[in-house]
C-alpha cells in the first residue's frame, strides 16, 4: 500500500518546510507521497514546500474542501491521509495508519495534543479520545481508503467551513470502519494566542449549533469572523 499525504496551504509559510521534512524523515521514501495542495498563498508557502520535496497542486478553487479534493485527485496512494499544516503527527504515522488499514478500518483519526502547558487544553485535548461528533474536525487530521473516499464523493466543493465534521459524519452514516488511533496530533495552539479559552469554545459552540440547524456557509463564516480574532 502506498499513502498520500494531502496538505491543504493558505500563507503557511512559516510552517510548510519543517513539517514536510519531518513527513519524509518518518516515511518510507517507497510508499509514502507529499501533495500540498495550496489555495492561492501569496508569501512563499509553494516555493519552500517544493524545495523541501512535496508536489505542489495549485488548486483552482480557494478553500479547505476544494484543495482537498485537488490533492485527492493527484493522489497515487491506495490511502489518503489529510493533514493540517500546523499539526504534526506522531512518528509512528506511517506504520499507525498503515496497521489500522491492514486491520480492517477505512477511516480514521488522531486525537489532540496542544503545543502548549495551558491546563485547559490539555483537558480540551483529553476529550478527543471519544468518538463523538465534535472530535471529527481536521486538526485531528484523517485518514481514509482512496475506494472508500472516491465512492462517496470526497469534501463537499462548496463547503468553507465545516467541511471535514460533514464528510466524516456522512462518510460514517453511508457505512465504513472508524478508528479513533492512541497516538496524538501535535496541534498549533496559535488560535488561543489570539482569543480567550472561553471566546474559542463559545464560538465553536455556535458553529456547530447552526450547522445541525442548517445555516448557509456564508452566515457561519461571517459568525465565526465576527466572534474570533485571527492571526
Known amino acids: 500500500m502506498q499513502l498520500s499525504i494531502i496538505i491543504p496551504t493558505l500563507n503557511e509559510a512559516d510552517q510548510i518546510s519543517n513539517l514536510v521534512y519531518y513527513l519524509q524523515q518518518h516515511t518510507k521514501n517507497s510508499a509514502a507521497e507529499i501533495i500540498v495542495s495550496d489555495g492561492g498563498s501569496t508569501d512563499e508557502t509553494v516555493t519552500l514546500a517544493s524545495a523541501a520535496g512535496a508536489t505542489i497542486i495549485r488548486s483552482p478553487q480557494k478553500g479547505r474542501a476544494a484543495q482537498m479534493n485537488a490533492g485527492a485527485a493527484a ?101 465504513c470502519n472508524y478508528k479513533v488511533m492512541r497516538g496524538e496530533i501535535l496541534v498549533s495552539a496559535r488560535k488561543y494566542d489570539t482569543n480567550s479559552w472561553w471566546t474559542v469554545q463559545m464560538a465553536n459552540r455556535r458553529i456547530v449549533r447552526m450547522y445541525r440547524k442548517g445555516s448557509s456557509q456564508q452566515e457561519m463564516k461571517d459568525q465565526y469572523r465576527k466572534m474570533l480574532r485571527y492571526r
Open 75 to 175: 493522489a497515487s496512494g491506495d490511502v489518503l491521509y489529510f493533514l493540517h499544516a500546523d499539526t504534526v503527527p506522531p512518528v509512528t504515522f506511517f506504520n499507525d495508519i498503515m496497521n489500522a488499514v491492514a486491520s480492517g478500518n477505512t477511516m480514521g483519526r488522531y486525537r489532540t495534543r496542544f503545543n502548549s502547558h495551558k491546563w485547559y487544553l490539555k483537558i480540551n485535548a483529553w476529550f478527543t479520545r471519544f468518538d463523538w461528533f465534535v472530535c471529527m474536525g481536521g486538526d485531528n487530521s484523517l485518514f481514509i481508503t482512496k475506494d472508500l473516499f472516491d465512492a462517496d464523493g470526497g469534501f463537499q466543493q462548496d463547503m468553507q467551513i465545516m467541511e471535514e465534521y460533514e464528510f466524516c459524519d456522512r462518510v460514517r452514516k453511508a457505512g
